[in-house]
């Protein structure tokens, strides 16, 4: 049998406390040239686990092993850090921000070969987008391509794993995007892999091969995102991957769905309004612009009910509809 990529083998790490919180122990393998992402709400255990992974904390119990090998904590090793992986967070921050971008990255590649160290570093200038600002000192960037210099810097020696944790997070949404699709592009054309912890359905969606969804310190699902979005087993993974209506049975009754379970979660996307000349039970709120689509908030003897609709044109603020549900969850 081949031995994994990146073994998680029982790794716990708890901190004492009235709720004891950190990570229980917990075991899984991930798949080298993908990019995994963990998810789950704050203070869930995601940057623990990714702590534990790269070798910056000792676990309790069990271990991680990297093709392998064991990866060593902080006590047995004089550089704290797998050698073979690099972490970029929100917080990373060892530039030098009087140099420019270029030599910001050069400057952590070996001397022994100029040509070499000149190449690698118009490589990742490009494979993150930085022509323009390659000349331009770090001080003068804005954030996001500040964040893009740090991944630079992290993959300059060629790491077979890069650790994100929430790297993204003071980046606005448009930049983010084209930040995101340069990694995945990395991924696909070097095999590197990528360990991303987020709370941000969006980041994790479009970016993850593989999802796991932690909660209070333990895995409660893994899977392809495609399937957890379209098929999530618990209320909490619902509610992180979406934002979505989430009613009680009471109020699901009002919408006309009868079930014995505590939950029911319809999603926008699953909520339509249907012209009819009888059954109009739902008030129309408020129609909100989204763009490409609009999202309106509708109301019945107290329910709220959000839906998506492609074209409001036919529709007003104050106007009874009625509202059909596709599809709903219950939990
Ligand atoms: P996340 O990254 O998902 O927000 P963390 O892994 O940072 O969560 O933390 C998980 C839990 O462990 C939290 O409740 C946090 O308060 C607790 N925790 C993390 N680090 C420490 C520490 N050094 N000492 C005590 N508690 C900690
Ligand atoms: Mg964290």
Redesign the pocket.
């Given at each position: 049998m081949s031995v994994p990529f990146l073994q998680i083998s029982a790794v716990s790490k708890l901190?004492p406390?009235d709720v004891p919180?950190?990570l229980k122990p917990t075991t899984f393998n991930i798949e080298p040239g993908k990019v995994t992402a963990i998810i789950?709400s704050?203070?869930?255990?995601?940057?623990?686990?990714l702590h534990l992974i790269f070798g910056l904390l000792t676990p309790d119990a069990g271990a991680v092993y990297f093709k392998g090998d064991r990866v060593w904590g902080p006590e047995e090793k004089l550089i704290p850090g797998h050698d073979a992986m690099r972490m970029v967070t929100q917080e990373t921050n060892d530039v030098n921000l009087f140099a420019k971008v270029h030599e910001n990255i050069s400057v952590l590649l070996p001397n022994t070969d100029v040509e070499v160290k000149k190449n690698r570093t118009d490589q990742l200038i490009d494979q993150l987008n930085m022509r323009r600002i390659a000349n331009k000192r770090v001080a003068d960037l804005s954030g996001g391509e500040r964040q893009r210099v740090a991944i630079a810097r992290a993959l300059a020696r060629q790491p077979e794993v890069l650790l994100l944790d929430e790297p993204f997070n003071q980046v606005d949404t448009s930049f983010r995007d084209g930040l995101q699709q340069d990694i995945r592009s990395i991924v696909k054309n070097t095999g590197l892999t990528v360990i991303m912890?987020s709370h941000d359905p969006a980041e994790v969606l479009s970016m993850a091969d593989d999802l796991i969804v932690?909660k209070d310190?333990e895995i409660l699902e893994s899977g392809a995102p495609r399937q957890m979005y379209q098929h999530p087993q618990n209320l909490y993974t619902a509610k992180l991957l979406t934002n979505s209506n989430i009613l009680t049975r009471e109020q699901a009754a009002i919408c006309g769905i009868q079930t014995d379970k505590e939950h029911v979660v319809i999603y926008p996307e699953w909520a339509h309004v249907t012209s009819s000349f009888t059954r109009k039970h739902f008030t129309i709120k408020h129609i909100l612009f989204k763009g490409a689509y609009d999202e309106l908030i509708l109301e019945n003897e107290g329910v709220e009910l959000r839906a998506t609709v492609t074209d409001s044109s036919k529709l007003k603020e104050g106007e009874h509809v009625h509202v059909k549900v596709d599809r709903f969850l219950a939990f």
């Open positions: 901190y406390g919180s950190g789950g704050s203070g869930s255990g995601k940057s623990t686990l912890v932690l310190g």
